[in-house]
């Protein structure tokens, strides 16, 4: 069973990568190798389904180049699809004048990221936008969106299928093995072989890439975030999206409210540890993905630092009024008994050795070999862009 090119990872970044090769080259034999019995079940399927602007993120960064890049791609694609979605636009709030420096800052870096459409409000402009929100100051970024991933991520499978790929399904990856002329893909099933490799595992990326790197400077640490949706009564409360001035200092941007495409208001998420890589439920615990993370270097001193912002994660996760008092105060009118439990997902986190956590998308590129090590969040919205650069990385190389 040889091929020219395995994918292993059949989330929405996986998935467009191979529809970029087979694109540009449809005489390639790929196959992609997943381990769930469906696409997308992952970060893909349980993210909020924003359309990112790309306003967060560092100038000249690969998230910023490829969201900005993504962005336009996805749009264009979704039109030619018929798939549903919405530039609705959302506004950042500011509560206090320290978050109103903030605001402005972040003003400043969304002209150098290319949104030149960008606008701060007054108090009465946020009030003509979102009747019930409380805040001082506000920044409107009108290039942000709502969609369903998953809607794409089926599209993507669909095209790949069509140019002549295989998706391989209830197959989980256990080793790889770099022979003379060939890699060895052995999964729980069956093994494979391949001329090229490209794992793009997610929740799983550094496991992964470890069996080709043994000296990996980097760990996958696994942050769960708890959503509520609003109960009918409360929808009143939000027109589309709205969001706070995020702390600089914790790198996650804070509790906030996301119309959703399919309809219903998403409340969250926050980012608590989890002792599971697939970890969606509090009482989810997995021996091996928490002791990994618990003896990684770089995890302990990012604790040491965070444990302040770590345990009030842990404290709105574990009692509802103190989440409803964030919630708050962006909309004072909420209470608890307006809120519903929502579904949860987990955030796949690079942590280098040094206690930071790595703040872009972050790949290793052999000889032969392609691990995408960090794709988290805006990796959906720059989906396009992302297969777009990894296909001519491996074509290259074909």
């Known amino acids: 069973m040889k091929y020219d090119l395995i994918i292993v990872g059949a989330g929405i970044v996986g998935l467009s990568t191979a529809m970029h090769i087979l694109k540009k080259s449809q005489k390639i034999n790929l196959l992609i190798i997943e381990k769930e019995n469906k696409i997308a079940m992952h970060q893909t ?18 998230k910023s180049k490829n969201c900005i890049k993504g962005r336009k791609s996805l749009i264009d694609f979704c039109k030619k699809e018929g798939i549903n979605f919405d530039i609705c636009g959302k506004i950042i709030v500011a509560t206090n004048e320290y978050e109103v420096a903030q605001l402005h800052k972040l003003n400043e870096r969304s002209r150098i990221n290319g949104l030149s459409d960008t606008k701060i409000l007054s108090i009465e402009e946020i009030k003509d936008k979102e009747p019930y929100c409380n805040g001082i100051s506000g920044l409107f970024v009108p290039q942000t969106g709502i969609i369903n991933y998953l809607d794409v991520a089926e599209k993507y ?28 893909v052995r999964t729980s099933m069956k ?65 906030h409210f996301t119309r959703m495409i399919n309809g219903g208001i998403e409340c ?27 003896t990684w270097p770089g995890f302990l001193l990012l604790a040491r630092k965070y444990w302040k912002e770590g345990f009030n994660e842990f404290y709105r996760s574990t009692f509802k009024k103190a989440f409803v008092r964030e919630l708050q105060k962006i909309i004072p009118d909420i209470n608890s008994d307006d809120l519903q439990p929502g579904e949860s997902g987990v955030r796949a986190q690079a942590c280098g050795i040094d206690g930071k956590l790595i703040d872009d998308f972050y790949y290793i590129v052999n000889e032969n070999i392609i691990h995408i090590c960090n794709a988290p969040s805006p990796a959906a919205t720059a989906s396009l862009a992302i297969g777009d650069d990894i296909s001519e990385k491996i074509l290259k190389k074909i």
Not at 213 to 228: A, D, K, S, V, W
Request: hydrophobic share 35%.
């Open 191 to 255: 093994s494979w072989k391949t001329k090229f490799l490209i794992t793009c595992s997610g929740l799983y990326s550094d496991r992964l890439a470890k069996l080709t790197n043994p000296n990996l400077p980097m760990r996958i640490t696994p942050f769960r975030g708890e959503y509520y949706l609003l109960k009918p009564q409360a929808v009143k409360y939000v027109k589309n999206l709205i969001y706070p001035v995020p702390n600089k200092d914790f790198p996650f941007l804070g509790v």
């Open 45 to 62: 399927g349980r993210n909020s389904g924003v359309i990112h602007s790309g306003i967060y993120y560092k100038p000249n960064s690969l």
């Open 157 to 184: 499978a669909q095209r790949v299928k069509e140019s002549g790929g295989e998706i391989l399904f209830n197959n989980e990856v256990q080793d790889i093995i770099q022979r003379k002329d060939f890699i060895e």
């Open 268 to 294: 969250g998420p926050n980012a608590v540890f989890a002792f599971a890589r697939e970890g969606y439920k509090k009482t989810s615990f997995n021996c091996r993905d928490t002791f990994e993370s618990l």
